[in-house]
């Protein structure tokens, strides 16, 4: 069974600094998808970045981008220049396999210092 | 313009009540989600339909049942509800999968059940 792990349950940062959350996976699947959700204090859902397992290439979305490395089932967020707006409830979670349903990690609640 | 939507946003009842949730997206997506988050924000899927029809179905009591009357719209209907049922309950929908090709979901704000 795929499992998502966060080892991180918080982390703090300052204003305008980087830091970096992590998120291993396990799973026996080749093709299959990452992402990295954010629940803000309002409790919606938001969709920050996503990754396809077949491409080699990282992906970013302006101050956020991901370290993904396939054969060490590694999925981290960097999320630079930090904002207050940032802080939130950061999820990992992943899709793969014949049904195309999340797997989340248990989050890390991330908070920004000013 | 809201994609996805959920009503009620709050739902407080009794132990033992009958309650529903609705959802509705007009994204004209043809797959959408029933998740879970408990008390310790751990989320987990529940049901899913494409196109009117049961895809996944997760260990959940049958005391939960989703129902799709079209496309647009999964309820999910709770009887007998209990004390461990309280949760924020999240829709979603996506475009489901093309080939090889998973779209992402869309959530919607959540409904917050609390059973007294």
């Known amino acids: 069974a795929q499992t998502v792990t966060q080892s991180q349950p918080e982390m703090s940062v300052q204003e305008a600094e980087t830091v970096t959350l992590s998120c291993t996976y396990d799973?026996?699947?080749?093709?299959?998808?990452l992402f990295w959700y954010k629940q803000p204090p309002s409790r919606q859902m938001i969709l920050v970045i996503r990754q396809e397992a077949y491409k080699q290439q990282n992906a970013t979305e302006n101050r956020f981008s991901v370290n993904f490395q396939k054969a060490a089932k590694s999925f981290s967020l960097k999320i630079s220049d930090s904002q207050l707006g940032d802080a939130a409830m950061y999820f990992c979670a992943y899709e793969g396999g014949a049904t195309n349903k999340l797997i989340f990690g248990t989050g890390t609640l991330l908070a920004v210092q000013p | 313009d809201t994609a996805v939507s959920q009503t009620p946003k709050y739902l407080v009842t009794q132990m033992g009540n009958d309650k529903s949730i609705k959802c509705e997206q007009n994204?004209?997506?043809?797959?959408m989600y029933w998740y879970k988050q408990d008390s310790k924000k751990f989320l987990k899927i529940m049901f899913s339909?494409?196109?009117?029809?049961?895809?996944i179905n997760e260990t959940v009591p049958n005391r939960f049942s989703p129902k799709s009357p079209d496309k647009a719209h999964l309820n999910l209907h709770i009887n007998s509800l209990e004390l461990g049922d309280s949760a924020v309950y999240f829709c979603?929908?996506?475009?489901?999968?093309?080939?090889?090709?998973?779209?992402?979901?869309?959530f919607g704000p959540g409904t917050r059940l609390t059973v007294t």
């Open positions: 799973t026996s699947e080749s093709d299959y998808y």
């Open positions: 339909y494409n196109n009117k029809e049961l895809i």
């Open positions: 979603a929908s996506s475009l489901g999968r093309t080939g090889t090709y998973s779209y992402e979901q869309y």
């Open positions: 994204l004209g997506h043809d797959t």
